[in-house]
């Protein structure tokens, strides 16, 4: 059997499960697996630096998003919108309670939480401190990763907003850019944000931290 | 390298010794090696329990429209013909697409993964390891339709026209939740084991 650090120099492919042993790689290089050509690590060194700016870009378009309107629309002068008020509202009229709730979780507090969790991360990475809390937002993340739906939420909107193309006239609200500017900020996070690599300068910068 | 001796912690993606000493991820101290078996007969019953909710998510009508007065209920199927008749084929083809092509596959899937970690398959272990990656990542998708008509009913909300969620909405929903955490609690670690030749009964 090897060794406890022995283990830290090898890696499985997150698609085939297939076990690399890690090699060296110079700045902005990347390692794929072998067998499915799935990104395994990425050295970039100012990775923390361009997460927090990208992270906290995305935060305020975010916030930008929820509080504005989204879409309205007219039919024959008569006038609605889309904001996140107007769809909890309906919702709750309609006694879609559910739905209403897991709509809140999937589209509105683990996108949140996602994000707030990620800037906590990076910054507490940056400064050095609070290894322990750290750790603990890590495994957070890797837990709630599944469970944001915002991407599906947009693209819902488009397909809604085809389908009312012909009855109605429709008019992007302010809300409407700002969240095409957080999925193209998600996408770019979601790219380059490793945690391979996150855990890797977590044990750089603060050893191993044992549970309490 | 052929990996049969190491597992890979799902949370915090560090390779670990397959044992059964421990039972936490060396690193994270998540849960890494909970029963096999437990986790097999969690996965079936919370995709049974999908099954079961995609009936009623079919039969029941996912939107009313209330047009002055008179009530029109559609369910996914009239949905989509409906669309195809007007004429939005590449509309129709996404919630087909994304409300029955996507959960079906997925229950095909995860019934296969589950198959094959008792019997024994034509497929090889590196397959089984891509047919779960993909059985997770397309998962969240089915939920467009719900989103859509939530959209909708928001929209489309005067006193004299009204389009609002139906029963199967809610049973649509909870169908995709239901899927997602059965995937979530399928453990890897069944796809090796039968490659081992060992039944995991025994290395409970």
Redesign the interface.
Known sequence: ??K?HE??K???C????????KVLIAENEKAFCS??NVLLYHNDSDMLDKMLALVITASISLFVAFQFTV?S?N?QG?E???TLT??FM??AE?K?Y??GI??LF?IVIFPIVIIFATFLLLFFMKIEKAGYLT?RL??LL??LK??S?ID??F???L??M???FDI?NIELGVAFLAFVLTLMLDILITKSLS??QL?EIH?QIYG?I??E | MKNEHYIRCHICETVNYDNSLTSECRRCHSKISSSLHDSYTKTLALLITAIILYIPANLYPILTTKQFGVNSESTIIEGIIHLWELGSYPIAIIILIASVVVPILKFLLIIYLLVAAKYKTRSTLLDKHKIFYITESIGPWSMVDVFVVIILSVLINFTGVRIYPGIGATAFALMVFFTMLSALSFDTRLIINHEKGKNFHASK
């Open positions: 059997m090897i406890e283990l830290d090898l890696i499985i997150k698609k085939c499960h297939t076990l690399h042993e067998e499915c879409v629309i039919i008569m609605k919108s889309l107007s769809l309906v919702l309609h879609q559910i739905v897991m709509f999937l750790k890590l495994i890797a837990h599944p469970w739906m599906i939420f693209i819902s909107l397909v809604a085809v389908k009312l109605a945690f391979h855990w044990h191993s044992d549970e």
